[in-house]
């Protein structure tokens, strides 16, 4: 079964929107080390160089994700998350390919980002290679330790 996700553009107003961050940064200080936990509160994923896309399946919250810029022709995912009850179901894929669709619109030329190497992140891992995203040296503002991983994708 395919679900029938609405992409939308979001303002993080809605309270469901700020629950499913909310819980996606308690998940990331659970599974991360603190110095590694580089998810962004609602606050900053409100700021001018971030959009942020909210995923519904009617009137429920499937999911979100965000694109950074980062500068000329790059820009970076963020908040990558599907709501729990929807885990496994495509809307990972669906908000990756939304976000990939903005960057290409926006006319960037590679999309980059950040998640852990540990288990809790390998679903995540096995999305971004299955779309074409490799992993590359840190970039912006990470460094390269044992905890995270970097990947990027050229458009």
Avoid: N
Avoid at 10 to 34: G, K, R, T
């Amino acid at each position: 079964m395919t679900l029938a996700l609405t992409i939308v553009e979001d303002d993080l107003a809605a309270p469901a929107v700020l629950e499913l961050l909310q819980f996606h940064l308690d998940e990331m200080h659970q599974w991360s080390p603190p110095e590694s936990v580089h998810a962004m509160p609602a606050e900053r994923l409100r700021q001018s160089d971030v959009t942020f896309f909210s995923a519904w399946d009617g009137e429920t919250l499937a999911g979100c994700g965000a694109i950074k810029h980062l500068g000329e022709g790059h820009g970076e995912l963020k908040s990558m998350r599907a709501a729990p009850a929807y885990r496994g179901k495509g809307v990972g894929k669906a908000i990756l390919l939304r976000l990939l669709e903005e960057a290409r619109a926006r006319g960037y030329v590679r999309v980059s980002l950040e998640t852990g190497r540990p288990e809790p992140f390998h679903p995540a891992h096995g999305l971004y290679r299955a779309h074409g995203f490799a992993e590359c040296p840190p970039f912006g503002d990470y460094v390269s330790d044992d905890f995270s991983i970097c990947m990027t994708k050229d458009l």
